[in-house]
Nanobody
């Protein structure tokens, strides 16, 4: 069974940057679909963006131009998320998720999830 661990979260001032990394361990398998999600206080978890090995999916509008995916598809570090120009409404717990299926099947039901890393933004 795969274990995912997110890292890189922290507290920054508005306009600052963070780089989140998703590290995988456990039984090796091929990741087909990778994704980042976030959950802000008092809100439901939302998809930030997902990437299929054979293509990609756009990030949500609120982070376009500020967040960037980096996908390596390696077992140890399959996915990173660069957060730039963080805004006061970006604070959330960010989660990575992986799936052995393509994103069309994985969306809404990812197989593996990390525990999350917290991002705080001060104005």
């Amino acid at each position: 069974q795969v274990k995912l661990v997110e890292s890189g979260g922290g507290s920054v001032q508005a306009g600052g940057s963070l780089r989140l990394t998703c590290t995988a361990s456990g039984f090796p398998y091929v990741f087909q679909c990778l994704g980042w999600f976030r959950q802000a206080p008092g809100k439901e978890r939302e998809e930030v963006g997902i990437i299929d090995r054979d293509g990609g999916a756009p990030l949500i509008d609120s982070v376009m131009g500020r967040f960037t995916f980096s996908k390596d598809y390696t077992q140890q570090n399959p996915l990173s998320l660069q957060l730039n120009n963080l805004k006061p409404d970006d604070p959330a717990i960010f989660y990575c998720a992986t799936d052995t299926r393509g994103c069309a099947q994985a969306r809404g039901a990812f197989e593996s999830w990390g525990q999350g890393t917290k991002v705080t933004v001060s104005s």
